[in-house]
Structure formats: C-alpha cells, structure tokens
C-alpha cells in the first residue's frame, strides 16, 4: 500500500543539523586540523572524531590533543585554537559538506505536503545559516535555531519549542542523530526520529526513540505512518 503523505500535512518537523541533515565532519575535522596541525599535531582523521562533533569545537581541540598524548591546554592556548578554528570553518563551511544522500528528495516531499520545517542545532545560528545557505538549503525552512537563540539548547526541550515555534502536540517530529536530540523530544512531548548514519557516540537503538532510519528515502513514509498512531 502507498503511504499517506496527507497525513504530513500540518505537521511540524524540526531536524537536528550535524549528522543528520548534512554530514558536516569532513569540513569539521579539516579545521581542526588547520588549528592542531601548526601546533605540532598529525593530523586527525574524520574517523578518529565523527562520534565528538555533536560536542563541539573545544571537545575536538580537547580530542586531538588527548590523542597526540600531549599534556592539557592552557586556557589561552584553548582559546588560541578555537580562533585558528573557527576561522578555518567559517572560510570553507561547505567545502567537503554535504546534505546525506537523499535529504533533498525528502525534503520535497515533507514540503509538498504542508509539513512545517524547522532546524533545531547545537550549532551557532549564523554558522548554520551560512552553512545551509552555502548549501542552497535554508530557503526550506521556516526557522534555523540555534542554541543563542533559544533559552537554553538540546537536551533542553525550549530550544526544539523555539525551532517549531510554540508547544509541541502530537504532530511534533524532531528528527536528530544522537541523545541531545531524543531527549529534547521526548521531555517536549514530541516524536522522536533518529538517523542511524549520524554522529551519535552512542548506538542508536540505545537511544529512547520512537522510530529509527538508516536512509532518508525512508522517512517520509515512516514519519507519516508515525503521525497515524495514537
């Protein structure tokens, strides 16, 4: 049986932004690198940090560090790196990023019938926009929030009300990849989705979700089933 993609009509969905729309550790892990790497570091592989970028920037300086067995930075020395990375980021946010394989197709879909979109990230909110923005992506979606936009951020569930715009209610979907995001949900009332591809330090099925995806041309049909159950 085809799916019902009217019941999409209505609904509000927000998506997390790092590991679950756009697979972003490549440009990630390239700025770090551009702050470690003239600090005397090898350079760190996207596989040695995919699971930290959920934590941030300062995680992953803390990361590569850790694991060069080099003794704890300095607050200056933090705050050095920081500098050297963000301007990294910001100077090729999308150079290696891209949306997972088939986010855009879902997307249309989600959009062609009456969903509200909405992105809810950890992610600072000029960094996301210029992200999305670099991506051809923001025009789909009616907010971009980050965490200075919100009383507080993921796992606090105000930051997904900001992101849709009022209380959640039953046609509420946040859509994440990793624990912030399924506790976010589930303290706001709302379907929880997760990614299974994502960048979750954790296995997905260990997260309290109520429904797991391992491709995007699956979710569509599962977040309109979902919005069927009582």
């Not at 993609?5 to 551009?34: E, K, M, Q, W």
């Not at 309290?208 to 979902?226: G, K, N, T």
Request: proline content about 7%; overall charge negative.
């Amino acid at each position: 049986m085809a799916p019902d993609f009217s019941r999409l009509n209505g609904a509000r969905i927000a998506f997390d932004l790092d590991g679950t729309l756009v697979d972003t550790a490549p440009d990630l892990v390239r700025a770090l690198n551009a702050a470690v790497v003239p600090e005397g570091l090898d350079p760190v592989p996207v596989a040695a940090v995919r699971a930290m970028v959920g934590r941030g920037a300062r995680a992953l300086i803390e990361r590569a560090y850790e694991r060069a067995g080099a003794p704890p930075l300095s607050v200056e020395k933090l705050e050095s790196g920081l500098d050297a990375f963000m301007n990294a980021y910001r100077g090729g946010i999308a150079d290696q990023s891209a949306p997972f394989e088939g986010v855009i197709d879902a997307l249309d879909v989600f959009a062609a019938h009456g969903a509200q979109l909405s992105v809810c990230t950890n992610k600072p909110t000029s960094l996301a926009v210029q992200l999305l923005q670099a991506l051809g992506m923001a025009h789909r979606f009616v907010r971009i929030v980050g965490p200075e936009d919100a009383p507080a951020k993921k796992p606090d569930p105000r930051h997904l009300l900001a992101a849709i715009g009022g209380a959640a209610d039953r046609r509420t979907v946040l859509v994440g990849d990793s624990e912030p995001d399924a506790l976010a949900a589930r303290a706001a009332r709302a379907w929880c989705v997760i990614f299974e591809e994502g960048y979750s330090e954790q296995p997905a099925g260990d997260l309290v979700a109520d429904r797991l995806f391992r491709h995007w041309a699956e979710l569509p049909a599962l977040i309109a089933d979902l919005l069927e159950t009582p």
